[in-house]
């Protein structure tokens, strides 16, 4: 940090690291064995909208980099522009205009989940995309609160949903913990209990501040 920066209370922005997403995996062993959540076999990539031709090119890059060779659910049917041998890559747009790019693997496959989001986010980084880039995140649910369809059940007794989100620009994680029977309410005690589980495992974002809620973000609330 630079003598202006230090005296102006300035971050200097820091280098994207996108390997430390390779540390979700033994990060999920030890919130299993801390708090009983398990994987939920969702993760999204969050980025500012992007309009025109390049990013249509970039949408069919990255299905076709990820080229899952497993079977959609019969009742799901892919996603647009998915194959049958596919797990769909889905993209949607929130209230706040920014894009959500979401990927599915089987909920044991975590390591197959954050390959994918590392090179989602490696795609639009080489692609120019990079300041557009906002954060990642990977979904856990508690054990045993899924159906037979796979999906966790709906409803205000649904146990609430956690996530590990990643700040592309810091390079950090937070827990992001949405309370099921509240609307746009957190579980601050989860939160702040995994941040502690989890300090030895990733580097954990230390300004609470830019723990920013991601209200019905894709792979969260059944969603």
Known sequence: MGFLDSILGRDRPV??????????????????AGTG???????????????????????????????????????????????????PVTYASDAYGYTWLTVRRPAEDLIALVND???????????????????????FRPPGTEDGSGKAPAGPR??????????????????????????????????????GLLAGDLPMEPDMERWFPVWGAPGLGGL
């Open 117 to 139: 989001l590392h090179a989602v986010n490696a795609l639009l980084e080489e692609a120019g995309f990079g300041p557009n880039l906002l954060c990642s995140l990977t979904a």
């Open 15 to 32: 280098r994207p690291d996108l390997d430390r997403l390779f540390g979700l995996p033994a990060a999920a062993l030890t919130l299993q």
């Open 37 to 87: 959540f398990v994987p939920a076999g969702a993760g999204s990539v969050c980025f500012a909208a992007v309009e025109g031709g390049a990013f249509a090119r970039l949408k069919e890059e990255v299905r076709d980099l990820l080229d899952v060779e497993v079977a959609a659910a019969p009742d799901e049917g892919g996603a647009e522009g998915a194959g049958q041998g596919a797990y």
């Open 158 to 195: 649904r146990p609430p949903d956690l996530a590990l989100v990643y700040l592309y620009k810091r390079g950090t994680f937070y827990p992001f913990a949405p309370r099921a029977d509240r609307a746009e309410t957190r579980d601050n005690a989860l939160e702040l209990q995994v941040r």
